[in-house]
């Protein structure tokens, strides 16, 4: 009976580490508008945060609005949210208050993949974008704030209530992946490493390690572009 009772703990820990999955090449695929598709993420946040920086790349023909990272609370739907109201727009909402930032005009005008890292401290209350590697002018938001822990967290869609609420209009339709959060503000040498494809410690969220739960038509695929900077560790 006791040899039985330890072989359930060792199946129960091993089921439990699987579930933080290594997504190195794959992709999230949202193919459709939705008001239920989203991807849930966990993440181990226990003490109210001061300062983050969140890391994605995404690929997506839209033009109307979308939300891609929804931080939620009980008290507070838009606790944080990266939204992409314009093509030529990002957007970060903090304690339901936001700033937005104007992208330089392209050289290259076809779409395709862009890489960001936002991030926020509370210290000084400013906000970084930075695109493709490159900084923009950073901006000024919520100083001396911080961010409940108690949070759902979902990829694609905009939280109107906590853990829900999502309006069609303003889902994600295209590909994500590469996700990351930080509980501090990354460095310009940290950016770039992130940017080219080194995985850095100490992250809240982990696309190589990612703890997450896929509701609605979404679909985890390869990706159908290698990294142009191979594997990296």
Known sequence: MEALHL?????????????????Q???????????????VLTAPISQPLTGFTICLR??????REYGLFSYA??????QLLVFKPKPNQYRLYLGAVYVTFILPEKKDSKPGWE?????????????????????????????????????????G???DSFGGGFVVSQSYVGEIKDVYMWNRVLN??????????????????????????????IVLQ????????????
């Not at 072989?7 to 997504?23: M, P, Y």
């Not at 090449?25 to 991807?39: D, L, M, R």
């Open 188 to 217: 310009a040498d940290e950016v770039g490493l992130v940017f080219s494809d080194y995985v850095l410690s100490d992250s809240l969220i982990n696309w190589r390690a990612l703890n997450y739960e896929i509701k609605g038509y």
């Open 73 to 78: 609370t009980r008290k507070l739907d838009n």
């Open 25 to 39: 090449q794959k992709v999230f695929v949202f193919p459709v508008e939705s008001n239920s598709a989203a991807v």
């Open 115 to 155: 890489h960001i890292c936002m991030s926020w401290e509370s210290a000084t209350g400013l906000v970084a974008l930075w695109l493709d590697g490159e900084p923009l002018p950073r901006m000024g938001l919520q100083k001396g704030y911080s961010i409940s822990p108690e949070a759902s967290i979902v990829l």
């Open 7 to 23: 072989f359930l703990l060792i199946f129960a820990g091993l089921a439990g580490s699987l579930a933080q999955e290594d997504l």
């Open 157 to 159: 869609q905009d939280q």
């Open 222 to 233: 390869p990706s159908q572009t290698p990294s142009p900077y191979g594997v990296q560790s």
């Open 58 to 63: 995404h690929y997506s023909l839209l033009t």
